[in-house]
């Protein structure tokens, strides 16, 4: 076990989704146990994921106001969003200003989202170092404008820094994933839990951290064409806000006897114990979704969001696709007919397609991302 000498302090700030909260859980694994001198504080939203999953790592938690520039469709509402951005930023950035002079960090970690504006502002007015991870392939505009005055921009994939300016200093880190994710291959396969069989090919659907209605629709489709199908079976993660109106249709299926197993859940938060029994995934592109499926090796076929910042779901299932390991779907193209197609394409002549998927190995799984990040940030 590394150590520091002396006691350093460290802020990291992020959050919002499953796509920036994780990669930092793995970072504050990894610095909780090679530094454990380290003193961190987490900034997070109070609306976010960070504020239910960070405290319970023992990890003080403190929020700040902050507001997205989210996509509109019309003038009235690009002004509200602009102005909702600009107030929340405003006065985020003088709860960060206080945070940081109490605090006194050494160094400050932008893990992504747009809590981190208010907060980068505040180390840029007080002359704090901070550094950058970026998740996806394509970085997002904040990244991209703080990266000039960052001491390092950790990213996740290598073709990634030439999205950053020449003066920028980039480390290939990839993107951390947390340690249950790492170790999902030392746990027992537990199907029953999840109301699955031992023994079948196993499909996990799962549109990110909020759900996929379209995707939910599609899955349904994909099971009553399949519902004779004795060798398969599905799970279904909806999404909390989609799990009433989809929890229904898993109360009829068991009804009408059909050979397929059909489970239906609103959310799972032991994703160790999933990945642990899945053959393949269906899912969006999430850049921590693309971290977990590097790591674990699974299959997957993914449709990317259409709707995320300078469409970068896209590009992080390009990059899946073209090493072999994935299918690519775009939003426009996905149908029923498509999706029941390849799943069709992968399991049939004794699985021969799919086999191809499994076998192929991406060499950023190799790069151990906690540690770079960890080391990076307290260990120079």
Known sequence: MKSSQTSKRLIICGGGTAGHV?????????????????????????????KK????????????RASGLSAADNYFKKVLVITRFLVSTFIGFFASLRLLMEFKPHIILGMGGYVCAPVLLAAMVLRKKFMLHEQNYIPGRLNRFFSRYARKVFISFRDTKKYFPSSCSTVYSGNPVRKMIRNCDRIEEN???????????????????????????????????FKDHDGLQILLITGKRFYEDFGKV?????????????????????????????????????????????????????????????????FNAKFMADNGKAILITEKELSSDLLIDNIRGLIEHNKQNYNQLLSRRINIDRIDSHKVIAEGLVGS
């Open 250 to 314: 898993r109360e009829k299926s068991a009804k009408n006897g059909h050979k397929i197993v059909l489970s239906i859940l609103p959310y799972i938060q032991q994703m160790d114990q999933i990945y642990r029994i899945a053959d393949l995934v269906i899912s969006r592109a999430g850049a921590n979704t693309i971290a977990e499926l590097i790591t674990t090796g699974i299959p997957a076929i993914l449709i990317p969001y259409p709707y995320a910042v300078e469409n970068h779901q896209y």
């Open 191 to 225: 199907y029953s839990k999840w109301g699955l069989r031992e023994g079948r090919f196993t499909i996990v659907a799962f549109g990110g951290s909020l759900g996929a209605g379209k995707l939910n629709s599609i899955i349904i489709d994909l099971y009553n064409y």
């Open 22 to 50: 994780y990669p930092a859980i793995a970072v504050i694994e990894e610095i909780k146990e090679s530094y454990p001198r380290t003193e961190m504080l987490f900034v997070g939203t109070s609306k976010g994921m960070e």
């Open 53 to 64: 999953f960070i405290p319970p790592l023992g990890i003080n938690f403190k929020s700040v």
